[in-house]
Every structure is written in structure tokens, then in C-alpha cells.
């Protein structure tokens, strides 16, 4: 199964971006939503993850008030929202389902699906 992630492109310091996560022919419903990126040059990492009920998991605790995760099960969607981004929140930003029954996964290795990616670059 492959994950199709849009909504990445280039903004200015201080915008917004909603990124999008779908499988194309299935529901995402039953599984967790997990988003993660990598910044060149540098290790990836978890960002945020939404349950199959709707709990949001933060995987960086210096996203908080500025990320957020949702679902909409009738578009089958999983959205990141990036507000007040800042040029260190340039990277590739990844989607992927988590295998553990609808809950986020701690380990990064409990996601199954993933998703190619899309680039995000913050910069003036």
C-alpha cells in the first residue's frame, strides 16, 4: 500500500501549509496517522500522530502550538497543519500508518505504510 502525501511547497517564515494524506482506493480509517520529515543533512523525525478515534500524539515537543493533525473519513484524508513555520522546518515531510490496531506507535518501526513524501522549504 502506498501513501500519497500533497500540499508541500515553498513559503515565506511565518506562513501556513496543510499537508494531505491519502491512499488512493482505501480508507485510512482504521489506522493511525503518524507524520514525520527529514531536514537535509539531518536524522528524520517523528512529528505527529493521530489515533483511528481521534488522539493526537506529539512525537516533538516544540511543534506543539504551532503543528497540528486531523482526519476526515469521509475524504479518507489525513492533514498536517503548519502554522508559523520557521526555514528549520524545511525538510521532506512523510505520512505513514501505524500497525498496532488504530493506536500511535512509539516506535518508529510500528508504521507500515509510507508515503514518498513532499517537500517543504520555508525560506524569505
Known amino acids: 500500500v502506498q501513501l500519497v502525501e500533497s500540499g508541500g511547497g515553498l513559503v515565506q517564515p511565518g506562513g501556513s501549509l496543510r499537508l494531505s494524506c491519502t491512499v488512493p482506493g482505501h480508507a485510512l480509517n482504521y489506522y493511525a496517522i503518524g507524520w514525520f520529515r527529514q531536514a537535509p543533512g539531518k536524522e528524520p523525525e517523528g512529528v505527529l500522530c493521530i489515533s483511528s478515534t481521534g488522539t493526537i500524539s506529539y512525537y516533538t515537543e516544540s511543534m506543539k502550538g504551532r503543528f497540528t493533525i486531523s482526519r476526515d473519513t469521509v475524504e479518507r484524508t489525513g492533514y498536517l497543519q503548519m502554522n508559523s513555520l520557521k526555514p528549520e522546518d524545511t525538510a521532506v515531510y512523510y505520512c505513514?500508518?501505524?500497525?498496532?490496531?488504530?493506536?500511535?506507535?512509539?516506535?518508529?518501526?510500528?508504521?507500515?505504510?509510507w508515503g514518498q513524501g513532499t517537500l517543504v522549504t520555508v525560506s524569505s
Open positions: 505513514a500508518t501505524g500497525r498496532l490496531g488504530g493506536r500511535c506507535p512509539s516506535l518508529v518501526g510500528d508504521f507500515g505504510a
